[in-house]
């Protein structure tokens, strides 16, 4: 399998777009992982792959000199249903590309392949139970198959990440965020190496 093939394997599992990029054109930020404490997202500390329970930008940098190719994957989806009870199902589907690309790499013997996504995996995949196993009780977590940590965590400049693949972000911005014919996305990334 070659890294064409790895694109076409996001786009089967339900992305709208793929893109193999130079990891070193991925911007991560301290300033954009400092957002997640202050001024505070809801999911702050609420699982492992969130703040601060991350390694954050300095490490993800790190990672970027090891591993030289990235993975972009997008989804396209109307903005009103980011904004209903679907956003859940989008974001688990999201973060299940982004494994099963990741998974497919390191079998390719791409061994240190690396997924991240949007949002916090407590709120997609344990959003019915009170606390994270792997952090109340030190125990294993639910879904290690399809949860990987968040992008914001990392400082990932999601919209210069679009930019870097040539995606429009223009989606119909002119019109309302609930619009029926509104359209938005929502990306992750898996880092190859």
């Not at 786009?11 to 400092?34: P, Y």
């Not at 344990?126 to 030190?138: N, Q």
Request: aromatic share 6%.
């Amino acid at each position: 399998m070659s890294l064409a093939e790895l694109t076409r394997l996001a786009i089967a599992m339900g992305a709208s777009d793929a893109a193999i990029i130079d990891s070193r054109e991925i911007s991560a930020e301290d300033g954009l992982a400092g957002i997640c404490k202050e001024p505070g997202c809801e999911n702050y500390g609420l699982s492992p792959s969130c703040p601060p329970h991350v390694s954050g930008p300095a490490a993800f940098r790190q990672l970027q000199k090891k591993l030289a190719y990235a993975m972009a994957v997008r989804l396209v989806v109307p903005s009103e249903s980011l904004l209903s009870g679907e956003r859940r199902e989008i974001m688990r589907l999201l973060h299940e590309i982004v494994a099963g690309v990741e998974q497919a790499a390191i079998t390719m013997g791409y061994t240190q392949s690396q997924a991240f996504a949007g949002g916090s995996c407590k709120k997609i995949f344990c959003p019915d139970h009170v606390d994270c196993r792997r952090l109340s009780e030190y125990g294993e977590c639910r879904h290690p198959l399809h949860c990987r940590p968040s992008m914001s965590g990392f400082g990932i400049n999601v919209p210069e990440l679009q930019k870097t693949c040539g995606w429009s972000g223009n989606l119909g911005a002119q019109k309302k965020a609930a619009d029926a014919d509104s359209m938005s996305w929502v990306a992750g990334l898996v880092l190859i190496g």
